[in-house]
């Protein structure tokens, strides 16, 4: 949807009307916080700009990040995001690339 940085030279770097959010990358906080001092405020953040943006039709997140080094996020991160989600009326579409289709059994 937006592209990976490294590829930037040769793909554009910015979908038309796709707004991007902070990650949910504790080591490396995008918002400088702690987690979980922090409240999940990455997450907080996409219900913020839902709000303000008031034509979002859908949240678009990859669970486990791999270009960026296999991200993993804190275990309430998705529940809660797909409750944001739902509370806002917007689709949620989780890109299952690197955890696959389920768990296998």
């Known amino acids: 949807m937006t592209g990976d940085y490294r590829r930037w030279f040769i793909e554009p770097h910015t979908m038309h009307g796709v707004v991007r959010v902070p990650e949910p990358y504790c080591y490396r906080c995008p918002l400088g916080l702690k987690y979980p001092e922090c409240g999940l405020a990455c997450v907080n953040y996409v219900d913020y700009v839902i709000k303000n943006e008031k034509n979002v039709a859908a949240i678009l997140v990859e669970p486990i990040t791999g270009t960026n080094g296999v991200v993993v996020p804190p275990k309430e991160y998705l529940p809660t995001l797909k409750r944001i989600a739902e509370d806002n ?13 389920g768990p296998c059994r």
């Open 89 to 101: 009326d917007v689709l949620f579409i989780a890109d299952e690339v690197m955890t696959g289709w």
